[in-house]
Each structure stands twice: as C-alpha cells, then as structure tokens.
C-alpha cells in the first residue's frame, strides 16, 4: 500500500479504536490511550500474515519446531511490530499529526519482563529468527502475572518490589478459552497388566494466550502460547456447603499461585515444590497440545518425530520426555518402550551453564509424591538406557531425580551454545555420558537479533549503514562485512563516530532525567551490564575503578582518560554476597563522584531496574564493553554480542562466546586479559593462590584495605569486612589472579581511546564482522542439524 494512503488508514484505525476500544475521546485521551489504540491498529495488521502463515503450515504439514521455555525475556512489542511492518516512520507521523510524541508513546509500554537473563533473552531471539525464517514454529511458556522484580535502591542497597505488567491490559495477547488442558498433581498410580492409571490428588486447567511472533518485513508469523493456571473448579461448592470456607477457594488459590510469578533466581537451584509444578504445568499443557494438533491432521503417534521438533531451553521444561512417554502410552495405547523411542526422536537440550550449583535436581521423595506416574517412567526409562549401553550413569541417583541426565538420555541432540562451552560440557557436567553417547552432544553458537539489537535500536548507525551498503543486511546480517572497507576512509569514520556520540548523548539525556550527574560525550562509556554474579565479577570491575581513583588522585595533572563507568543488574533476592557487591558499588559510586578532584576523569552509575528498555538504551551508547566473568564460567554471553555489533570494543576473557567474537573481530580490535579455562582450573590447586596474588600486587592490596578499613561505608567501616576476606580466602572465580593483567589492559584501552582514529577503526570493524553473530544464524543451525525444520516462506 502506498504510504500515504496506509497513513490517512492508520490515523483512521487509531482514532477508530481510540473511541470503541478504549472508550475515549481525543480531547481526553492520556499517552496509555494512545499508546494502546496504536497497537491495536498495528496489531489488526499482524492478523493477517499470521493467518497466513498458519494456513500455510497446516496446508503443507511441515514439521513443525516447539520451543519449550520457561522464560521469554521479551520486552517491548510496539515499535518491533510497527519496524516489522515497514511502518515506523508511518506510525511516528501519525501520532504527530495527533499532537502526540511517538518516543513517549512507545515508552509507555511495559516490558515484557518473563525472564531473568540471558536464557529467556535468547529465547526472545530465537522466536524472532524462527518467524524472519518462516519456519513453522510455536514458543511454549507461562504467562506470569508477575514478571522479573523491579530493583530499586534504598540508601545503594537492593530492594525488590512486584513487577506487575498485567495490571493493564496486554494488548499483543488473544485469550483463548477454548484451549485448555488438565494438569494433574499427586496421588497414586495403579498398574494392572501393564496398564497404568494415574488418579491425581489436585488437578489445574491450563489455559491458552495466544500472541503473534512477526518476522521481518512481516513475511512471516508464528505464535507464543503462553499457559495460565485457571482453577479446574472455580469454587467447591460442597465445601462451601460444609461450612469449609478455606477449603472451597483451595483450587483456585493453587491455580492461581502456579503462574503467579516468574523464579527470580538465575543459576541458582531454588529445589522448591512450587517451581516442580510450574515446570510440569506448562510442559505438560504443551505437550497435550501439540499432541492435539498432530492429531487433528495425522493419524499414527509413531510418526510424530516427523512433524514435530521439541527443544527443550535448559532442563526446566526436561519433564517433557517422560510427559511425552507417558501421554504416548497411558493415553494413546503405544507400548512404553516404543513411546520412549518415538518421545527421543522428537527432543533436542540445550545446556546453558556448567555451574554445578544451576543444574537441576529434584529430592526423590518430592518428585515421587508430585508426579508418581513420572517417577515409574524416569526408573523404566532408565532401566532402558543402562541395558542399552551397558553404562552406570543413572538419572536417579544419591536420593535425587537429575535432570540434566534425563533431558540428555532422552534427546537426540543435546547441545552447547558456544564452542567453548560445548567442549567443556563434553569434558565437564556430561564427561560421562559423552563417553557413551559420542554424537549427542554438538555445538550451536548463540546469536542475537540484528532487528531489535541493531535495527530498532540505534536508528543513527541504521541509518549510515542502509546509506552505505543498502537495506538488505537485517535479514542477512553478513553484509556489514561490506563495511570493512570503509574502516580507514576518513569521512566514513567521521560519521561512525557521530553515529556513537548521538547514542551516547541520548543515554545522557536519558540519564539525567533520573540522577542528577553530568556527564561529557566524550568521556569513554565503559559498561557491564548483565545479571549481578560472582563469577561474571563486576567485583574486579570495581575494584579496578577504585585503583584507577587512586592512581589518578596521586597525580591529578597527568592527562587521564576521562571514563564513565556504568552498571546495570539485578541480584536474585536470596544471593547475599551478589547484593553485598550491589551495594558496594553504589557505596563506592557515592565517594568518587563527590571527588571534586578526580570527577572529571572518572565517574560510576548504576542505573535502578536494567532491562530490555535500558538495554536498548545503552547498548549503541557504550565505547567499551565489559565481558570479564572467570573463563570456563560464562556459557556464552549474549550481551557481549550485542555491544560489538553497535560498535563498542570489548575488553574481555577467554570465556563463552568471546572466543569467537575475538576471532571475528581480529585479536587486534579485542582487548582480552586473563588466565585461561584451563589456567583457571590449574590455579586453584595451588595453595593460598588469592592471598599470594594480593601479596604481589600493591594496588590490589591497597584497594581492598580502603574497602575493609571502611573509606567507602564510613557509616558502617566493616560493612564489606566478609567480602575483603572472601578474597583473601575463598575468592573461587579469581578476582585476585586475573586483577593486575586486567588493570595493565585497561590502561591500554585509555591509550587507544585518545586516538579516536584509530579507536573508530577498530569499532567499525567490530560492527562490520559481527554479523556472523545473527540469531538467524543460530537458527539456520538448530533447524538443519537439530530439527530437521524447513522454512515455508518463499521470497
Ligand atoms: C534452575 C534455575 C534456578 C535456573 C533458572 C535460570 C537456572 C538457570 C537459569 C538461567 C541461566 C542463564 O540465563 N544462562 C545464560 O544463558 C545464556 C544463553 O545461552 C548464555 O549466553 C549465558 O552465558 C548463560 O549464563
């Protein structure tokens, strides 16, 4: 449609929902009305290709991909869906000529926060490639009430308020009635002749929201089905009668507790019963309905591997093995060794981290009670695989269901998301069972999407780039390697440079809106955002400003590299030492930035509440990216990917996906320091090795006294006593080994950053060999060597 005319159609159609949607007229309509009538116009748009798409995939009966997650970190949907329509600038003239700022508009909408970090972002990713893609697929997950805690600080200290997105309506959402499964806890299971019959204790209704995953250019559209716990019987009417008043709300009470909100832990095992259920809800719903809808169009179960791909994102939704088993033989009359069979045919694992403290594990006596028919298949299924492969590797094991080694038994293709990574979990957490299954385990190396994480959000080197290479590269991200040559052209870099000033300058706008700091464009912005850890050590960031704070104070007149530092993220509520370092950094933030002295070379932030918005924000603002976790620890990294291909250089380890990013980029566009994996592992058998590295260094030990002898929390002096000491005699991720060399290369940094010649160079090549980095990559790979997947769209 000519734009003209789709403007003058838009304007109606937001004006039309501004009045009978939302029941408002202009003169009265506050940003949420207006926010809310343009994305249902621009969402009328999107029901028609998604039609289309679905009409195509049941028409062909292609195989289709489920991707089974508990999280999809999602974030903002209404300038993703007006950019995948092709009208943006549309949608932006449009809420002009209503008097109205577009920016603002689309900043009134809350994130879509149902995930904690890089898994659920990924996921996000993923079902933005699969739709660009045109492969036929669904994402499975829980529609939370409560997504991701809001952080705030209280005197630097984290507290964490409910996140309430569904407090206003969710406009991208369909609720469907209609499509509903039980899902049943507890209670005992009888075998007679081999046929088993489960008689649950409880029983929830899951219930279908429906939204539309657009692709780019909106060639494509799939759907997110997220499950809500609705009560099976509103109200027990019988209790009532009784007298038992508490008794007669329980189902709606547990039904509604099951997707009230999202675990806010990351790697860290939370083991509680609630998160069993939750898993088991939604994998459950899942399974039931792609069953369903094999069904509606097939007719042999054994022929399901054919038409259906079920990835599993980490463990959490592993108990689709044994659900799928299950529905195939208690249900469908398919003898159990067969449905394990078929069941393994369908699934594929993703292993996102090697700490041993994230993996998965369930006290038998737990598992045994929520899910007793599971338990009976996990030990058959287990039995099969030792007498197969004459191994004794078991899933149940020390009084606990593991669930690493059931998703790994019953998947085809089990795999890792870096190189690194891959090759670790093949020596590390399933050494063993790489022993026996040699092809399982493969790698795919995440990506990120170039729509949203380059696209959308840094319009200046959007811009430059399209008037450079053309328009094709945000579905074929390898041609910004048509940019290379544009490194040493002298106007080309000029540009580059102003593209990343304006980023920065709108990050400072941002900024000052919420703390009253100033900050100079010029300054390098040098930022580690991602979720509080130790082992991703924003401890080592820090300590490493508070060395550099003292360096500059002995000799306030030498020329310093004026830096920003900024730190963004969240500490699960229940990791102490993580907000330990939450709020030391603000307590340290508070000292520097009140030096008169030294605040024209060295300032610290750290933003309240990062997320996708915020991260949108910073990511094409940043001049250095900070990638420093203790290698052999960081499964891949996302973020990493996202600074480098909006042109900041890394400074880094040799962990996750730096690896790769290194070699892309060129070892001399990267600034890597630090011990290797497996010079990680080598040091911590030496004895005392933190305390002899502190002995070493006087800057390292200088820095920790100021921290222990209280110059930061003057206060409460030993308020971080318990974390000096950690370093000195547990430091486990080796701050203390990786501190000097991380130092030293941080000052060549500064070095490079004077030249800004060179320094832009070097982004510009960053951004220019980054593509490979595409989630559509990613994907390309999952769907020919995992899936068996093809795409539908035809160009
Ligand atoms: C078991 C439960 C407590 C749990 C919940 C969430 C365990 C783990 C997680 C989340 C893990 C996660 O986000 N891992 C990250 O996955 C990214 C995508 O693959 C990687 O880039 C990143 O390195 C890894 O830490």
């Known amino acids: 449609m000519n734009t003209k005319i789709f403007q003058i159609k838009l304007k109606q159609e937001v004006l039309r929902h501004l009045k009978y949607s939302l029941g408002k007229d202009q003169g009265h309509a506050t940003p949420y009305d207006w926010r809310m009538s343009l994305s249902l116009a621009l969402r009328d748009i999107v029901v028609d290709p998604w039609f289309d798409s679905t009409r195509k995939t049941y028409d062909s009966n292609a195989k289709r991909v489920y991707y089974l997650s508990m999280e999809f970190l999602i974030g903002r949907l209404i300038e993703d869906v007006a950019i995948n329509l092709g009208f943006e600038d549309v949608a932006r003239e449009t809420m002009r000529e209503f008097g109205q700022d577009y920016d603002a508009i689309v900043a009134n909408e809350p994130d879509a926060a149902l995930g904690n970090g890089g898994l659920g972002r990924l996921a996000a990713c993923f079902l933005d490639s699969l739709a660009t893609l045109g492969i036929p697929a669904h994402g499975y997950g829980i529609r939370y009430e409560h997504g991701l805690f809001e952080q705030h600080f209280e005197n630097g200290a984290q507290v964490e308020t409910a996140e309430g997105w569904l407090a206003q309506r969710n406009v991208w959402e369909f609720e469907r009635p209609e499509v509903a499964y039980i899902i049943a ?56 009668n009784r007298g038992d008043f508490l008794a007669a709300s329980a189902p709606e009470a547990l039904a509604r507790t099951i997707s009230r909100v999202l675990y806010p832990d990351d790697t860290t095992d939370t083991g509680k019963e609630l998160r069993l259920k939750q898993e088991y809800f939604f994998t459950s719903a899942s399974i039931q309905d792609l069953i369903r809808r094999y069904r509606s169009t097939n007719d042999d179960l054994r022929d399901l591997p054919k038409k259906a791909a079920i990835q599993l994102n980490d463990t959490h939704p592993a108990i689709a093995g044994p659900e799928l088993v299950r529905l195939l033989t208690d249900i469908h009359g398919i003898e159990i060794h067969e449905s394990i069979d078929i069941a393994r045919k369908c699934l594929g694992y993703t292993n996102h981290t090697l700490l041993p403290e994230a993996l998965e594990r369930w006290p038998e006596h737990l598992f045994a009670r929520i899910l007793p028919r599971h338990y009976r298949i996990i030990e058959i299924i287990q039995d099969q695989h030792l007498k197969d492969t004459g191994s004794d590797i078991r899933i149940i094991k020390d009084g606990n ?143 490493e400003a508070v060395a550099y704070w003292n360096e500059i104070k002995e000799n306030p007149t030498k020329d310093w590299t004026p830096r920003v530092k900024v730190f963004g993220g969240k500490a699960a509520p229940g990791y102490e030492v993580a907000k330990k370092i939450i709020h030391l950094i603000n307590d340290v933030a508070t000292v520097i930035n009140n030096d008169s002295a030294t605040k024209d070379y060295l300032q610290i932030v750290f933003p309240e509440n990062y997320n996708v918005s915020m991260a949108e924000i910073l990511m094409p603002a940043a001049d250095l990216s900070e990638q420093i976790s203790t290698a052999g620890k960081e499964a891949s990294g996302t973020g990493n990917m996202k600074f480098a291909l909006n042109g900041a250089l890394t400074i880094g380890t040799l962990d996750g996906a730096n690896v790769e990013i290194r070699d892309h980029v060129g070892a001399e566009n990267f600034f890597l320091f630090g011990l290797t994996a497996e010079e990680v592992e080598e040091r911590r058998h030496q004895p005392e090795y933190s305390r002899r590295a502190i002995e070493a260094s006087p800057r390292l030990y200088r820095v920790l006294n100021q921290i222990a002898s209280g110059v930061f929390s003057p206060d409460e002096p030993h308020r971080y006593g318990s974390i000096v000491q950690m370093m000195y005699e547990s430091d486990y991720f080796l701050v203390t080994c990786d501190f000097d060399d991380y130092f030293d290369t941080q000052r060549k940094v500064d070095k490079a950053y004077l030249d800004t010649k060179e320094w832009t160079r070097k982004t510009i090549l960053n951004t220019a060999n980054m593509g490979w980095f595409s989630s559509d990559r990613t994907i390309k790979g999952y769907a020919k060597d995992i899936w068996g997947a093809k795409s539908l769209y035809e160009r």
């Open 185 to 240: 806890f507890g209670g005992h299971v009888s075998e007679t002749d081999g046929r088993a019959v489960w008689y649950p204790a409880e029983t929830v209704k899951a219930q279908a929201y429906d939204a539309p995953a657009l692709g780019w250019q909106a060639r494509w559209c799939n759907t997110l089905r997220l499950w809500s716990a609705k009560p099976t019987r509103a109200f027990d009417l019988e209790s009532f």
């Open 401 to 543: 269901v593991n669930m690493g080694e059931l998703a790994f038994i019953m998947a085809t293709h089990v795999n890792g998301v870096s190189a690194l990574h891959t090759e670790l979990v093949k020596e590390t957490v399933f050494g063993d069972l790489h022993k026996v299954y040699p092809k399982r385990i493969i790698n795919e190396t995440n990506g990120i999407t170039p729509r949203r994480w380059l696209y959308d959000c840094n319009k200046p080197l959007r811009n430059l780039i399209n008037s450079t290479i053309g328009i094709e590269w945000p579905d074929d991200l390898e041609q910004l390697e048509r940019l290379a040559p544009y490194a040493d052209d002298a106007a080309f870099q000029e540009e580059f440079h102003k593209a990343k000033l304006e980023n920065k300058r709108r990050f400072i706008n941002w900024l000052s809106d919420i703390r009253d700091i100033q900050i100079d464009p010029n300054a390098m912005l040098d930022i580690q955002v991602k979720r509080i850890h130790e082992y991703k050590r924003q401890l080592m960031n820090l300590i």
